[in-house]
Every structure is written in structure tokens, then in C-alpha cells.
């Protein structure tokens, strides 16, 4: 028995070990598009024969509430999702440039809420570039967001397309689904 547990097969000196498998089938995916004014986040469930959405949603802060109201807001929902839905891991836009500053500065503290939030839950945590996500779910790497949203609900078999941001967090999840149901050369970025 004790051989056996240490991988090794009696009368043999080599035991055969099973490689990873890379599939997430039936593995709930959280994604996220953060924002401080409307975070999208969507969780699928990477299910065969075609991947199923289990919620969607944008977290929605009005522009008269500070950003301190904005970023507990952020933490609160996912917190929310975290506990009901239990994704395994996490994915969430890559960084962008920002010719505004104050635009980089308030989305990075949007970010930074979501991000602290999913890790607290101890999930894996990955990245995928705007681009990237494009290019996995339209074919273009420069879609509108409408295209996004619409080949969304295809993917997904919704009744209407998911608002932009949710549809921007649903891709997110999806890209990530199909990037690693698949043997890959270039796994996403964990962060």
C-alpha cells in the first residue's frame, strides 16, 4: 500500500503518472471589467456543449457618491457573487493605456478593489488584454462593444444581449473557457 501511494506500482520500476489536464469543464469563471462608475462582472459555467451564464450584472455607482462609497460598493457585490456562485478562478481586463490621468487613476482604484476582493477569497486570479478578449470572442481585435455583446449572447444563448459592461466581464470569462479547454503555447498572465 505504501507503494502505491508513492506513485509506485508493485513489481515495477517506473509508475506511469498521469499528466494535468488543462480542462475547466464544468468550472465556474468569474470575470470582471472593472470601473469605478460601473464595474461589469458576469460568472459562466464552462459546461458542454456550450458554456452557460450563471449571472451577470454591472455594479453601478452614481456620479454624486464619492469614490470611497463607489469602491465599498465594488467589494460588497463581488463579495455577494463570491458567496453564492463559487467561480474557481477569476479573470479580469489587462491594463490599458489612459491618456487621461485621472482617468488611469480612477479606474486602477476600481481595479484595486475588485482585485483585493477576489483575492481575499483565494481564488487564482488572471489577466487578458482588452484586445486579446476581441479577438477570442468577434475574431477582431478592435470590435465595437455592441459586436462584443451581441456575439456574447450567441455564445451564451441569452434571450437579449447583456449591458457593455456585463457583456465585456462575460467575455472575459469566456475567453479564458476557451483558452484553456485547449492545449495552448501561451497561457494567460496570472497576476
Same mark, same amino acid.
Given at each position: 500500500? =505504501?507503494?502505491?501511494? #508513492?506513485?509506485?506500482?508493485?513489481?515495477?520500476?517506473?509508475?506511469?503518472?498521469? @499528466?494535468?489536464?488543462?480542462?475547466?469543464?464544468? *468550472?465556474?469563471?468569474? #470575470?470582471?471589467?472593472?470601473?469605478?462608475?460601473?464595474?461589469?462582472?458576469?460568472?459562466?459555467?464552462? +459546461?458542454?456543449?456550450?458554456?452557460?451564464? @450563471?449571472?451577470?450584472?454591472?455594479?453601478?455607482?452614481? /456620479?454624486?457618491? !464619492?469614490?470611497?462609497?463607489? @469602491?465599498? /460598493?465594488?467589494? +460588497?457585490?463581488?463579495?455577494?457573487?463570491? /458567496?453564492?456562485? %463559487?467561480?474557481?478562478?477569476?479573470?479580469?481586463? #489587462?491594463?490599458?493605456?489612459? *491618456?487621461?490621468? *485621472?482617468?488611469?487613476?480612477?479606474?486602477? !482604484?476600481? %481595479?484595486?478593489?475588485?482585485?483585493?476582493?477576489?483575492? +481575499?477569497?483565494?481564488?487564482?486570479?488572471? !489577466?487578458?488584454?482588452?484586445? =486579446?478578449?476581441?479577438?477570442?470572442?468577434? #475574431?477582431?481585435?478592435?470590435?465595437? =462593444?455592441?459586436?462584443?455583446?451581441?456575439?456574447? *449572447?450567441?455564445?451564451?444563448? @441569452?434571450? =437579449?444581449?447583456?449591458?457593455?459592461?456585463?457583456?465585456?466581464?462575460?467575455?472575459?470569462?469566456?475567453?479564458?473557457?476557451? +483558452?484553456?479547454?485547449?492545449?495552448?503555447?501561451?497561457?494567460?498572465?496570472?497576476?
Amino acid at each position: 500500500m =505504501k507503494a502505491r501511494v #508513492g506513485g509506485k506500482s508493485p513489481g515495477s520500476a517506473h509508475a506511469l503518472v498521469p @499528466l494535468p489536464v488543462r480542462t475547466i469543464l464544468h *468550472q465556474a469563471i468569474l #470575470g470582471i471589467d472593472p470601473s469605478l462608475r460601473g464595474t461589469g462582472y458576469g460568472v459562466i459555467r464552462a +459546461e458542454r456543449p456550450r458554456p452557460t451564464a @450563471l449571472v451577470h450584472g454591472t455594479i453601478s455607482c452614481p /456620479k454624486d457618491w !464619492e469614490r470611497s462609497r463607489c @469602491l465599498a /460598493k465594488i467589494a +460588497e457585490t463581488l463579495r455577494a457573487v463570491l /458567496k453564492r456562485y %463559487r467561480p474557481a478562478v477569476c479573470v479580469v481586463e #489587462g491594463l490599458f493605456f489612459a *491618456q487621461n490621468v *485621472q482617468t488611469a487613476i480612477l479606474m486602477g !482604484e476600481a %481595479r484595486g478593489a475588485a482585485l483585493a476582493t477576489v483575492a +481575499e477569497a483565494g481564488l487564482d486570479i488572471f !489577466e487578458i488584454a482588452p484586445r =486579446k478578449v476581441k479577438q477570442a470572442i468577434v #475574431g477582431y481585435g478592435a470590435a465595437q =462593444k455592441s459586436a462584443v455583446a451581441r456575439m456574447v *449572447q450567441r455564445l451564451l444563448d @441569452l434571450p =437579449k444581449p447583456p449591458a457593455a459592461d456585463a457583456a465585456d466581464a462575460l467575455a472575459l470569462a469566456l475567453a479564458h473557457a476557451r +483558452e484553456n479547454s485547449r492545449y495552448d503555447l501561451t497561457p494567460a498572465r496570472r497576476i
